[in-house]
């Protein structure tokens, strides 16, 4: 069964500040995916990454599979970026795809 | 950008009641789940369902759960009994495979009082 960490659990941030969001896992997987979930609760998918490196905008999503690592990376955070940030990944050999998920990093960007 | 649906955002059931949660997943995609989130916790795997069966589940998926997909469009999941520790967000997700691409529906908020 993978294990899934993240770090920090809780972070603050001044606007405009370059944030991380670290990501490990126990399991060789097929992929992960760094999700967004706002207060009211629904779950955006950010990212799928099975190698290198994303970017999307301000977000950077990097994974290093023989560390079983990944990083998501917030440049210019903006207090719209407040949420929780989820790190999922789907282990090799979980043959409907489905997610194991960690217990996200709650980001807090103040203005 | 298409969507998943679920209704209802939130629902109120007493102790015992069967419940219904709703999910419409995108139209193309092959792959359906149900995952849950208690508050504070993270998100579990419930089940998956392919090709018109239940490809995988949780140990949290025993008989008191059931999942249907009724028309080709709707998936749903069925609590026979609700229990108080039943109260979680209930999340629907499809995916079409090769791209493993996720989407998630914005939940369905389950309290059992």
């Known amino acids: 069964k993978n294990e899934v960490e993240q770090s920090p659990q809780n972070l603050t941030a001044q606007e405009g500040e370059f944030i991380t969001i670290n990501c490990s896992y126990s399991v060789g997987i097929s992929a992960l995916h760094w999700l967004q979930q706002h207060p009211g609760g629904g779950i955006v998918s950010l990212f799928m990454?099975?190698?290198g490196k994303k970017k999307h905008g301000r977000l950077i999503a990097t994974i290093n599979i023989q560390e079983k690592h990944s990083s998501l990376h917030i440049t210019a955070s903006h207090p719209r970026d407040s949420a929780v940030y989820i790190c999922?990944?789907?282990?090799?050999?979980?043959?409907?795809?489905?997610?194991?998920f960690g217990k996200g990093t709650k980001l807090s960007v103040i203005p | 950008e298409p969507e998943v649906t679920q209704t209802p955002s939130h629902q109120v059931t007493q102790m015992g009641q069967e419940v219904i949660l709703r999910c419409v997943p995108i139209s193309n995609h092959l792959y359906f789940y149900w995952y849950r989130q208690i508050l504070g916790q993270k998100v579990e795997f419930l089940v998956s369902f392919y090709n018109n069966e239940i490809s995988e589940k949780s140990e949290i998926f025993d008989d008191q759960f059931s999942v249907e997909r009724p028309d080709g469009s709707n998936f749903t999941l069925k609590i026979r009994s609700t229990k108080l520790e039943d109260s979680a967000m209930y999340f629907c997700?499809?995916?079409?495979?090769?791209?493993?691409?996720?989407?998630f529906g914005s939940g369905t908020r389950l309290t059992v009082v």
């Open positions: 997700a499809s995916m079409l495979p090769l791209s493993y691409g996720y989407t």
């Open positions: 990454l099975s190698s």
């Open positions: 999922a990944v789907r282990s090799n050999g979980a043959g409907s795809y489905q997610l194991t």
